[in-house]
């Protein structure tokens, strides 16, 4: 059972027929059933794409597009953001992107861009102020502003 716990913890992917393959290169006299019973015991359950994962909840609204047919042509037109956080070794940091999807604004140079889209947000937040109560907007808020 060890055995089976410190290779389901290496290869969580690992299900009854490929942990008992590995048990046998070990050198030890297993059948499958044997582990899959053990797997089942201590609870452990291969980790693999189960069917319809992309299904829709139930009520679950759907949001038109709303670009559709639309065409880009200039700067400031239409933007995207997004903001996620990257697991680091003493815990983790937020990475937040803006883009700005007109091509045309591509050919600046990155500080160009930095000091352009600091404008940007400066004026968003002067016109509608911050929305949310989450204190991660308001800390970057803080930051731009």
């Known amino acids: 059972m060890r055995l089976i716990d410190e290779q389901s913890t290496?290869?969580?992917?690992?299900?009854?027929?490929?942990?008992?393959e590995w048990l046998t290169r070990q050198g030890e006299e297993v059948n499958r059933k044997r582990v899959q019973r053990l797997m089942r015991v201590m609870g452990l359950e291969a980790i693999y794409p189960k069917p319809r994962l992309s299904a829709a909840g139930r009520g679950h609204k759907?949001?038109?597009y709303l670009l559709r047919g639309v065409k880009i042509e200039r700067p400031d037109q239409v933007w995207s953001a997004d903001i996620t956080y990257v697991p680091m070794p003493s815990g983790f940091m937020y990475l937040a992107a803006v883009i700005d999807w007109c091509r045309k604004n591509r050919h600046l140079k990155a500080d160009e861009q930095h000091k352009h889209l600091c404008q940007m947000v400066r004026g968003h937040y002067a016109?509608?102020?911050?929305t949310g109560n989450d204190w991660r907007l308001k800390w970057f808020a803080n930051q731009v502003v």
């Open 127 to 130: 016109y509608y102020g911050v």
């Open 10 to 20: 290496a290869c969580p992917f690992y299900g009854s027929r490929r942990m008992t």
């Open 62 to 64: 759907i949001y038109p």
